[in-house]
Nanobody, 111 residues
Framework: QVQLVESGGGLVQAGGSLTLSCLAHGIFFEMYPVWWYRQAPGKQREYVASITADGDESYSDSVKGRSTISRDIPRNTVSLQMSALKPEDTATYYC?????WGQGTQVSVSS
């Protein structure tokens, strides 16, 4: 059974940092891209960052320069380091691998 499990969310003050993690069970990240998305209350889910099987990184303009996506292949984990957090970063963050989605982890940034 394939399962993606996000963790690392929480409440942080503006300007702070968080590292989100996505751990995969039943599937291996190394063969396909992994994406991070987020969804704020009342808004559509939006793309945040991704990393390809070759390790190439991409970021949305909203987090570019403030975030780093990385993979730990032996641990089958993809992480998203976010810094200089803003209140508008408040959302539930989801990881996706192929057609599989995690349950999300909540990030709340207070002003």
């Amino acid at each position: 059974q394939v399962q993606l499990v996000e963790s690392g969310g929480g409440l942080v003050q503006a300007g702070g940092s968080l590292t989100l993690s996505c751990l995969a069970h039943g599937i291996f990240f190394e063969m396909y891209p992994v994406w991070w998305y987020r969804q704020a209350p009342g808004k559509q889910r939006e793309y945040v960052a991704s990393i390809t099987a070759d390790g190439d990184e991409s970021y949305s303009d909203s987090v570019k320069g403030r975030s780093t996506i990385s993979r730990d292949i032996p641990r089958n984990t993809v992480s998203l380091q976010m810094s200089a957090l803003k209140p508008e970063d408040t959302a539930t963050y989801y990881c996706r691998h192929r057609q599989y989605w995690g349950q999300g982890t909540q990030v709340s940034v207070s002003s």
